[in-house]
């Protein structure tokens, strides 16, 4: 197949390993069903990044009074987890022999000399410092921003030293493992991201080579209903420094002019969803709201959102959040990288948040309700952004780093980003099993 030069690997999910039920006749058959057979069954969450806020200093606070009360919410609904009282209350009552809970908005982070975490948190009363020990695990994740819940006690010297025995994250529960199953039709949903076209870089032979195997007579090509596209349509203008020397398409709506036509191709059984990325012509700062009328017109048969984006497709209930909150997260936490973005993905559904830190790479917008919160696990969650690749589970759900279609850039080169390029990743809802079909000699 012209572009073709990666196999097809598949990723089970760990429901299946441990049933062992390959056998059954509707697991084995669900990537032989057509999605032409099946029902055009979707809807769109609530629009996002839509508001008229003036970004005064009142909407910063209101945004962040409704984290804070979002979040204290999720952690005593789903853990149990409740405040002794609020910290004013704490701080009066203050006995040395009794452990609180406290719930907080952690609003300042510093190292200590033995490598635990000095952290203040606050609610709407007041301030506390609180110490996390270097074993704690917590202390290698927690950052500004953060909606915590601790445990612990005062110092029985002078009573002002809080000492940390538990950091309770609004983690999803273990073992939640994601709606599927033979109830649900035998379909496929397909995830990419980060096209770039109009970039030089933007590999279209490849593209071209994938339209043409969707096209074909290939069981899992004919399986797939949704295309889900997480941002970065186009390569944009402007970026960054130098960005004009690497496009072939210099102006925006034409580039989207090009995508429409290059997604004219899909075969009728696929439908497009598309959500902006940061180098989309929507606002940077998130949430972002879906593309202008004049940019959708352009497109036939596509769905559009905007970023972050909750789906349902076909009962399935997929998170598609381009990613740029990752640009925060990966300088502070040492096990994520750019390599490996799923795991600050991992970090996101444990605090809940998809950007957490506010005034720092990611620019955030202070909508009326915070829009970021993850206010529910989803059964699907996929980011793009890094131009990495990876499919892996966690605790139920699917963690899907979209694969790009844009080749090294120079800009890429200087900060180091290799690209993991060409790999369109489908999942199956009948039996939770992940195809990886390359078009790209990586």
């Not at 559904?349 to 917008?365: D, I, M, T, V």
Request: charged share 25%.
């Amino acid at each position: 197949m012209l572009g073709v030069s990666v196999s097809m690997k598949t990723l089970r999910s760990p429901f299946f390993e441990a049933r062992k039920v390959c056998d059954e006749l509707w697991y084995k058959d669900a990537w032989n069903a057509k999605a032409e057979d099946y029902n055009h069954d979707f809807s769109v969450g609530e629009r996002v990044g839509e508001t008229d806020q003036k970004g005064k200093i009142e909407d910063i606070v209101n945004l962040f009074y409704n984290r804070f009360e979002s979040i204290t919410e999720i952690l005593r609904s789903q853990s149990g987890f409740k405040a002794s009282g609020t910290i004013k209350q704490i701080w009066k009552e203050k006995k040395r022999t009794k452990d609180y809970n406290i719930v907080g908005i952690v609003l300042e982070v510093k190292r200590t000399k033995s490598g635990g975490k000095m952290v203040t948190l606050e609610d709407m009363t007041g301030t506390i410092r609180v110490f996390v020990r270097k074993d704690d695990p917590a202390s290698a994740v927690i950052l500004n921003d953060d909606v915590v819940g601790i445990t612990g006690r005062f110092d029985k010297q002078g009573g002002e030293m809080f000492w940390v025995s538990r950091v309770v994250y609004p983690d999803i529960l273990s073992n939640n493992m994601n709606k599927g199953g033979e109830d649900y039709d035998p379909i496929s949903i397909a995830f990419i991201s980060d096209l770039h076209m109009g970039s030089k870089e933007f590999l279209e032979k490849e593209w071209d080579g994938m339209m043409k195997w969707l096209n074909t007579n290939d069981p899992v090509a004919k399986n797939i209903k949704w295309l889900v596209l997480s941002g970065d349509i186009i390569d944009g203008i402007g970026i960054y420094p130098g960005h004009e020397e690497n496009i072939c398409i210099a102006n925006s709506f034409d580039q989207y002019e090009f995508c429409a036509r290059k997604l004219d191709h899909l075969p009728a059984h696929i439908t497009p969803i598309i959500l902006p990325g940061n180098h989309d012509a929507v606002r940077p700062a998130e949430p972002q709201p879906q593309f202008e009328t004049g940019v959708q017109q352009k497109f036939n048969s596509t769905i559009f959102t905007g970023n972050p984006a909750r789906i349902n497709l076909s009962g399935i209930d997929v998170l598609s959040y381009h990613g740029k909150g990752l640009d925060d997260i990966i300088p502070r936490i040492e096990d994520v990288t750019y390599e490996e973005p799923h795991k600050g993905m991992e970090l996101m559904l444990k605090k809940r948040h998809l950007a957490p830190l506010w005034g720092e790479r990611n620019a955030l917008s202070p909508e009326e309700e915070d829009q970021m919160i993850i206010r529910r696990p989803p059964d699907i969650f996929v980011t793009g952004h890094t131009h990495a690749h990876n499919a892996s589970w966690h605790k139920g759900i699917p963690l899907i780093v979209s694969s790009t279609f844009q080749n090294e850039t120079d800009f890429m080169r200087m900060m180091g980003s290799k690209p993991k390029k060409g790999f369109l990743t489908i999942y199956n809802i009948r039996n939770r099993e992940i195809k990886v079909k390359g078009f790209v000699d990586n």
